[in-house]
């Protein structure tokens, strides 16, 4: 589809583990962005890349969390040695840049939802 | 980034127009003023946005104070699909948004 794509769209890991989320944005957008949302709570930002580089990172918890983007299309979300409270679902989106006819409008996927037992 | 204040929760009747107020004091002259909002279990669907004029597309409208300090989202004809958690973000120019815990819409037939 046309839309922003993340898999796995569920994930059951163990405390201690390693997860990986990968996001697939829409053909062409430069910015890609990373939230977790716990029930009952908005979004909750974690970094942003623009292009290849983390535009900005201060959302990250602490170093187990850590982001990937390449090639400037596809970001993993890398978290280590797994904690309960990491249990949320993980939003990826992903937009244009503001001005020249569009929006900024950030376009979401469904979202991974991770549970550590 | 400036904080915005929104009631936890509203209703409104199936048909009739949905007013979800924003209080945005402390926005600067930089800042736009976005709707999203988010459906049970799917990403948040962006809605609207402005910075000092008033808007409309076809989901909604937004009433922008002249101060700026304050903002409105009206659904003109709200219908159950409508029903869902909205957002009032301020966001600088072309970077990231900061959701707050928005206002959750029942939409009651």
């Known amino acids: 589809g046309a839309g922003v794509s993340q898999t796995p769209s569920n994930k059951v890991t163990e405390k201690g583990k390693y997860v990986e989320l990968r996001c697939d944005p829409i053909?062409?957008?430069?910015?890609l962005y990373w939230y977790r949302q716990s029930l009952g709570q908005g979004p909750e930002f974690l970094i942003y890349?623009?292009?290849?580089?983390?535009?900005?990172d201060s959302g990250l918890p602490n170093d187990r969390f850590f982001a990937v983007r390449p090639e400037g299309s596809v970001s993993t979300l890398k978290i280590q040695r797994t904690e309960r409270g990491d249990s949320a679902v993980y939003l990826c989106?992903?937009?244009?840049?503001?001005?020249?006819?569009?929006?900024?409008?950030?376009?979401f996927g469904e979202g991974s939802r991770l549970t550590v037992l | 980034d400036a904080k915005t204040t929104q009631p936890p929760s509203m209703d409104c009747a199936e048909g009739r127009a949905a007013n979800l107020p924003c209080n945005h004091s402390?926005?600067?002259?930089?800042?736009?003023v976005y709707w999203y909002r988010q459906i049970h279990s799917q990403g948040p669907q962006y809605i609207i946005h402005?910075?000092?004029n008033n808007e409309t597309n076809e989901m909604a409208s937004l009433i922008i104070t002249e101060d700026r300090k304050s903002s409105t989202l009206i659904l003109p004809h709200a219908t159950l699909r409508d029903t869902a958690v909205y957002y009032c973000?301020?966001?600088?120019?072309?970077?990231?948004?900061?959701f707050g815990t928005g206002t959750r819409l029942t939409v009651i037939p």
């Open positions: 989106a992903s937009s244009s840049p503001l001005g020249q006819g569009n929006t900024g409008e950030l376009f």
């Open positions: 053909s062409g957008h430069t910015a």
């Open positions: 890349f623009q292009g290849t580089g983390a535009a900005d």
């Open positions: 402390t926005i600067s002259g930089n800042e736009y």
């Open positions: 402005g910075l000092k």
């Open positions: 973000i301020v966001r600088p120019g072309a970077n990231n948004l900061f």
